[in-house]
């Protein structure tokens, strides 16, 4: 009783002031996620799930403030690609600053202004997936956003993108707290990509629910980084059509705590869902990846690859669950999680699950923590590779398995370089 309790106070502190938006069609939405919410509660670290994750910055009604990093020269991300820039500004989007939407032959509009409509594609989006991944896990931070984000993206494709939609997050406030809701649909046949790069506020709640008809591909990028200070929450709610395919990679480097949160339904045969992650952590930093795959087609496929690199005391969680319905036939499930110790100060805590209903599957799960290679270390500087440049080498070899998951080349090089870079700077 006593955790119900401090779990209500906390949620009436955070929600004081706080008003649902007066929307049309996504007002019945956003009533049901205050209800779910209200249900819930906001999450703290007696919850199973939140266990090795204090949640208190991204909960108190405050957000701690984060200074605001400057990069210097540094290029930007993806700057190398062909893409349809849209720039968000502390969570606010920026018309000024991002190209015409309409060139990347995609349907756009902004959820700021399709929410005061009576009807909307996304009315059959906004909220659902997000209600459906609940169960059995509880994300009150996700009901957060649904409840009360009014900035975000809605997205449709009938075709494939003429060009890579990239979703560009700016922090220019010390004090911003942003929340971004994001609903893409991708219908069948067609074939969208999304960039993301920025650190988007000094605390970001974020929901992306992404919707993918029977035949349709769906490529998700994303860099996080580099600001030392920032605190985020993500979550990724997907849905695979029969014969779909979803992957999504994630760089994130620095900052301070990084939750990201996916939760991913294969509901047709023969579909296909990837996802993975890299993360470079140095001194106070804490990186939760959280991952929930549901494996409910025959035939379907999905892989988790996560590599995360820490130092100066940094710390590293992996929990990750494949769960196998009654009836999944032929399923391929496979998970690693893997960390690289630079010190005896970092930890890498990993919590790896399989739950299976049916007897035709082949799933894997493995988790390992280890220390750089000494003998692959000697033999790079016997060759004259100065130990700095040694070590950048061999971080980057480690985190190889991850990066080949994204498909796109030109942007696989483009993280390569970026990772490559940022080892070169040794996290300043």
Known sequence: MAV?????????????????PKDGWSAPARKEALARLTGMGLPSKR???WRYTDPTTLT?????????????DEPAVFDKIDRIKLVFVDGVFDPAQSDDPVLAGVEITHLSEAGRADIHWARDLFGVLEAR???????PLAALNTAFSTQGLLIRATAKAARPISLIYVHASDSSDAMLHHCIKVESGA???????GPAAARINQVMEVDLADGARFHHIRAQGRDHERRAVTHIFARVGAGALFKSFTLTANGQMTRNEAVIELIGDDGQAHIAGAALGDGAFHHDDTIFITHAGERCESRQVFKKVLRNGAVGVFQGKILVKQGAQK?????????LLLDDDSQFLAKPELEIYADDVKCSHGSTSGAIDDTALFYLQSRGVPKATAQSLLVQAFLAEAITEIEDEAIGEDIRSRLDGWLNRHGR
């Open 331 to 339: 399923t391929d499930g496979y998970q690693i999680s893997q960390s």
């Open 47 to 49: 919850d199973e799930y």
């Open 133 to 139: 991944g609940q169960s059995p896990v509880q994300r």
């Open 191 to 197: 074939e969208l990509t999304v960039l993301e790069n």
């Open 4 to 20: 119900l309790a401090a779990k209500a106070n906390a949620l009436s502190a955070r929600l004081e002031g706080m008003s649902l």
């Open 60 to 72: 108190v009604a405050q957000a701690p403030k984060a200074a605001v990093f400057n990069p210097g």
